[in-house]
């Protein structure tokens, strides 16, 4: 029997283009995930991505990126139709390998070279807010953080106006302030080099009680897991 895996969006009015309630289905091992789109820096490129078997992600697959490049450029797999500024956001993730393991949430993206990442790093046992303009990566703050090697973990985010709250598996890790323009964007999930990454339950919420952090803040606070 095979399984079917969803990537639920439980998206609430505010900026969102989709309907409440809405459910982006993986679909099924071998396939891509219908009305996804991929780059591979300003270029269209779903070579390495795919929806594989995986006992432990929500509901039995998952979808994988699976790469040789070493160059150390972004790929990105996301669905077009949702679009938000404030939001909360969570997903599964498990780094299986690599020279660098590495993967990510990608927020707020108006182009595949302009949008803020929530990057995870195995090598470097690190959590960072990163900030890209331009296809150039602008780390905003950090902090170190228990980021198992072929493990599944959740990564959760919290964001309003310029404020940005995340939890890995449940427990706060970090809180950062982004003192550019808030914007509208899409919503996704990051690898890069030749890791083996894969990602499973992404659930989005749309933000629309109005309510927003000082955008004029610069701090930033966090803890060592």
């Given at each position: 029997m095979l399984h079917r895996c969803c990537l639920?969006?439980?998206?609430?009015?505010?900026?969102?283009?989709?309907?409440?309630?809405?459910?982006?289905?993986?679909?099924?091992?071998?396939?891509?995930?219908?009305?996804?789109q991929?780059?591979?820096?300003?270029?269209?490129?779903?070579?390495?991505?795919?929806?594989?078997?995986?006992?432990?992600?929500?509901?039995?697959?998952?979808?994988?990126?699976?790469?040789?490049?070493k160059r150390g450029d972004a790929f990105i797999a996301f669905d077009p139709s949702a679009r938000a500024a404030d939001l909360k956001a969570r997903v599964q993730f498990r780094l299986i390998r690599g020279r660098l393991p590495s993967g990510g949430l990608v927020l707020r993206m108006t182009s595949p070279d302009d949008y803020d990442l929530i990057k995870v790093s195995?090598?470097?046992?690190?959590?960072?807010?990163?900030?890209?303009?331009?296809?150039?990566?602008?780390?905003?703050?950090?902090?170190?953080?228990?980021?198992?090697?072929d493990d599944w973990q959740t990564l959760e985010v919290d964001m309003r106006g310029s404020e940005f709250r995340i939890s890995l598996d449940g427990r706060w890790v970090l809180t950062a302030f982004d003192r550019s323009a808030v914007r509208e964007g899409h919503v996704g999930v990051w690898s890069e080099n030749d890791n083996v990454t894969r990602f499973g339950g992404l659930q989005v919420t749309a933000h629309d009680d109005g309510q927003h952090a000082d955008s004029g803040a610069d701090q930033t606070r966090g803890e060592r897991r």
């Open positions: 639920t969006a439980l998206l609430i009015c505010g900026s969102l283009t989709l309907a409440s309630a809405a459910t982006i289905s993986l679909g099924q091992p071998g396939t891509l995930p219908a009305g996804f991929f780059w591979h820096g300003n270029k269209a490129d779903s070579a390495p991505w795919s929806v594989v078997r995986d006992s432990a992600a929500d509901h039995g697959v998952a979808l994988e990126y699976s790469a040789t490049d195995a090598y470097e046992e690190r959590l960072s807010v990163i900030h890209v303009i331009n296809g150039q990566p602008n780390e905003i703050a950090g902090v170190d953080a228990e980021i198992a090697k």
